[in-house]
């Protein structure tokens, strides 16, 4: 196994917020010894005493990490966000200060696409109005408004990581898929793009959009495109709260244009479970509404901890800054039977140079170099044959150049 500069057992990981057990499995599996997690936040002068004895942190949305908390983070080298937000950490202050940030993105877009086939189902076969009848004690038998799924046209919008994923388990149910993107995509099984959105909008019986917040999605679905869609046919939407034009598509659904939605995202959303509630969708027959929970499932948390974990752990122990969310990323071979130097700087003109002197002026080959540059922040990874007995003396020197952020050396 590699040894670091600091070794395995000295490296102080703090986990906040509860983050889950497979991420402190996790750690334990690759030799961290030295992982503490607390169950809840911490209040900002706690905070910033853990921080200063911290290598490692992992936080998840409660915690803000301002450039003020991170410059007085000495010890701190990488951060995770165990969760798919990053806002909640000032990027650029832990960018100029060499600390990567990993996250994991993706790790709930199976959840999301699971929510909304099920939802698909339900909102064909008319279940919110018949359960919420059964409910209050009415017996509502009959097939009248009830359909398949198999054979209807799905049109999705937004054909990207949850979109595809949609896309590959509606194929399974029988669904005929259509999807719309602004970028090319690869197509998974038999879908088909349409050429525009207004197409799709035509010829789809259940519209499900899975795009992000941008400035042309902002009410990219509104009283127009609602017009546009098939008579009888169901939104739903579990992308972004400001997608969809609420007060149109309670229109369309009580004037019986559309026949069902299911909405997850509001364009706002109560903080705590103490805050009320208010949707002008509430009290509509046929309508999922659901609290931001598209992406909420215990795999969910699992898979956000391993991979954070993971993406850290790689990082310590190799250098590879692959994930980041702020720092340029190099992904690096395996490390065998070579010492390896990582040096993050600002790019200045003449720092490679400094950097390469330090090697050549002992006579040591370099094995291999990996250049990565934002044009504001460099990261420099130099690989030397055999275990570089200068190692320590090496590190000093690379330090020293003015340009230098931080430098790690890894045996
Ligand atoms: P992604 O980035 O993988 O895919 C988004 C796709 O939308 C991309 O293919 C992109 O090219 C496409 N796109 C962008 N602008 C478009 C436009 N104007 N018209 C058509 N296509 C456009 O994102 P991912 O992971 O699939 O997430 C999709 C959405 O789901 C995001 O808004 C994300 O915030 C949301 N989300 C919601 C969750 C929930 O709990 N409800 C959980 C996770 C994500």
């Given at each position: ?21 497979s ?6 599996a ?17 905070l ?15 915690t ?22 990053v ?57 009248r ?12 919008v ?9 896309s590959?388990l ?46 042309l ?36 659904l ?13 364009p ?65 071979p ?21 950097v ?56």
């Open positions: 196994m590699t040894r670091l500069t600091l070794a395995r057992d000295k490296i102080r990981v703090l986990l906040l917020e509860g983050v889950h057990d991420a402190v499995a996790t750690f334990a690759a030799g961290y010894g030295q992982v503490e997690r607390l169950d809840g936040a911490l209040d900002r002068d706690e910033a005493e853990r921080l200063a004895s911290a290598h490692i942190v992992g936080i998840r949305s409660r803000q990490l301002d450039g003020e908390l991170l410059r007085g983070a000495s010890k701190l080298f990488a951060i995770g966000t165990f969760c798919i937000g806002n909640q950490v000032d990027l650029d202050a832990a960018r100029l200060l060499g600390v990567p940030v990993f996250n994991a993105p993706y790790a709930n877009t199976r959840s999301v696409a699971e929510l909304v086939i099920g939802e698909i189902i339900l909102l064909q076969r008319r279940v919110p109005w018949l359960s919420a009848l059964a409910h209050a004690g009415v017996w509502q038998k009959g097939a408004g009830a359909h398949e799924v198999r054979g209807k046209v799905l049109g999705i937004g054909y990207g990581h949850i979109g595809s994923q949609v590959a509606a194929e399974a149910f029988g669904l005929q898929v259509r999807y719309h993107d602004i970028e090319p995509k690869l197509t998974l099984g038999n879908a088909q793009p349409c050429t525009s959105l207004d197409e799709l909008l035509t010829i789809s019986d259940i519209v499900t959009l899975h795009v992000p917040a941008t400035e999605t902002q009410g990219m679905i509104g009283a127009n495109e609602i017009a546009r869609m098939k008579a009888g046919a169901l939104l739903i939407n579990a992308s972004r709260g400001d997608v969809v034009d609420l007060d149109a598509l309670a229109e369309a009580r004037g019986g244009h559309l026949s069902g939605a299911a909405v997850d995202v509001f706002t959303e109560p903080t705590s479970a103490a805050a009320v509630f208010s949707s002008q969708l509430q009290g509509l027959d046929n309508v999922i509404l659901t609290p931001h929970i598209g992406g909420n499932t215990e795999e969910a948390q699992e898979g956000i901890g391993r991979e954070v974990a993971d993406k850290l752990i790689r990082y310590s122990d190799s250098g590879s800054t692959q994930g980041a969310v702020n720092l340029v990323e190099v992904s690096l395996v490390q065998r039977d070579r010492t390896r130097f990582l040096h993050i700087h600002h790019d200045r003109p003449g720092v490679l140079a400094a390469n002197r330090a090697f050549s002026s002992r006579d040591l080959n370099i094995a291999g170099q990996y250049l990565r540059t934002d044009g504001q922040v460099g990261y420099v990874v130099i690989d030397v044959h055999g275990q570089a007995e200068e190692g320590a003396e090496i590190k000093a020197e690379l330090e020293a150049i003015d340009a230098t952020i931080r430098v790690r050396f890894l045996f």
